[in-house]
């Protein structure tokens, strides 16, 4: 069982930088791939970034590559998601999620365990 909570959402205007955590609880947190998703009104959920349990591997959509960086601190329990350069576009519900699996890390589906979100508002 794995519980996820996330934090650091709020407004920014364009071009401003957030970083987002999620910190776990549970001991097997570190056999999880962690991923982030996000949710814009009357958008369905759509993925980020996804970081593999081991800390090798990273997957990034399009449209953030470059502006954000997915990283975990297993000692800690903690993923984070550094957002840069952020645009209108952006705005959104943030959730992370925890999956045992790696390899399809933008199928929702696949993914057991969920936060309860933080909003994001970046301002033109």
């Known amino acids: 069982q794995v519980q996820l909570v996330e934090s650091g959402g709020g407004l920014v205007q364009a071009g401003g930088s957030l970083r987002l955590t999620c910190a776990a609880s549970?001991?097997?947190?570190?056999?999880?791939?962690i991923g982030w998703f996000r949710q814009a009104p009357a958008k369905e959920r759509e993925f980020v970034a996804a970081?593999?349990?081991?800390?090798?591997?990273?997957d990034y959509t399009d449209s953030v590559k470059g502006r954000f960086t997915i990283s975990r601190d297993n000692a800690k329990n903690t993923v984070y998601l550094q957002m840069n350069s952020l645009k209108p576009e952006d705005t959104a519900v943030y959730y992370c999620a925890a999956s045992r699996g790696w390899g399809t890390q933008g199928n929702l589906a696949m993914y057991d365990y969920w936060g309860q979100g933080t909003q994001v508002t970046v301002s033109s």
């Open positions: 970081i593999s349990w081991s800390v090798g591997s990273t």
């Open positions: 549970g001991r097997t947190f570190s056999s999880y791939s």
